[in-house]
């Protein structure tokens, strides 16, 4: 079914898009009834993904999009990479692509040197995913436009697959994207775009995978999301030194403010086959003091609480 609302967009948009903008029941259904058909894509998977779409903001796109983000590294198409299927009506295609968000390039490297970081980060991408590339084609993308967003896609593409809305299969469809969305987590798992040698300096090691291992633990950790569903679901005290914000600073702020760190304890496990344990909230996850969070991470075994507490040399009065 995504296949044929997908086929859908492809050959109606171009006569859409000449009415006007504002209520448009086409705009409508991309928005809502896309979205859907696509969250149903991940129901027989464990992708923990947030799925969007959209035909322009305020006006019509050149280049409508569905995409897929991983949380932990973006929710929106201005910023971080993401799995994101981009219509060309002109020539009657869509693509599957990994790609990137050129509003946040541009932003920090103006547009004309933005093309070339896009374009030099995916094939740094494309580089991670060395046994994904194989299925995938990195051949330029053709999306019938060369206005300024169009053209940070087609510089941002990594991997992917071009499907015409006269033969495209729904199977074949499916099959790409569940494909897509595994090489995606992959690419996350490795580190995206940190480089190799920044991700070792950071861990002080030298071994990748637990590198690797560390810097999506990290990940997970800072992930707003994440952080936010710890934080309601368990007691706001330091789990291991007692400290209480409330009662010993008198800290009368907000939830996402509270003065706590969310520590990710549990082990990750298959990163150099992708095949990743990512968290489960709240039973992964401790609740720590900034200062009893960094003591954890210099402990050989950073999910042993109970090392921690029995370190601790002060007791409180």
């Known amino acids: 079914m995504l296949a044929k609302f997908l086929v859908r967009v492809t050959r109606d948009y171009s006569q859409e898009r000449k009415k006007p903008f504002a209520g448009s029941d086409f ?30 903001q305020g006006y019509w796109a050149s280049v409508p999009w569905l995409a897929y983000f991983d949380p932990l590294i973006t929710d929106t198409a201005t910023k971080g990479f993401y799995v994101v299927f981009l219509v060309n009506p002109q020539n009657q295609t869509f693509v599957l692509s990994l790609n990137q968000a050129a509003t946040e390039i541009y932003s920090e490297f103006g547009e004309r040197r933005g093309l070339d970081v896009l374009a030099r980060r995916a094939r740094d991408f494309a580089d991670r995913l060395s046994n994904y590339r194989k299925f995938f084609s990195e051949d330029p993308i053709d999306l019938g436009s060369n206005e300024r967003l169009p053209a940070g896609y087609k510089a941002g593409h990594a991997l992917g697959r071009t499907y015409s809305a006269a033969s495209v299969s729904g199977e074949q469809l499916s099959d790409d994207l569940k494909l897509m969305l595994t090489a995606y987590r992959a690419l996350v798992d490795r580190g995206g775009i940190l480089p190799t040698e920044i991700m070792q300096e950071e ?22 999301r994440v952080r936010r569903d ?24 907000g939830l996402d403010q509270t003065p706590l760190d969310v520590h990710h304890s549990k082990p990750l496990y298959g990163m150099s086959t992708g095949e990743t344990r990512r968290y489960v909230v709240p039973d992964d996850f401790l609740i720590l003091c900034p200062t009893c969070h960094r003591m954890i991470h210099k402990q050989d075994d950073p999910a042993d609480i109970g090392s921690l507490r029995s370190n601790l040399r002060f007791k409180r009065t």
């Open 230 to 253: 710890v934080l309601r679901s368990k007691p706001l005290v330091c789990e291991c030194c007692g400290l209480d914000p409330v009662r010993d600073y008198g800290y009368a702020g």
């Open 203 to 224: 861990v002080g090691g030298s071994n990748i995978d637990e590198t690797r291992r560390y810097i999506l633990s990290r990940r997970i950790e800072r992930s707003p």
């Open 27 to 56: 705009g409508r259904f991309v928005r809502s009834e896309v979205v859907e058909e696509a969250r149903k894509q991940l129901s027989t998977t464990d992708f923990d993904l947030t799925v969007k779409a959209s035909v322009g």
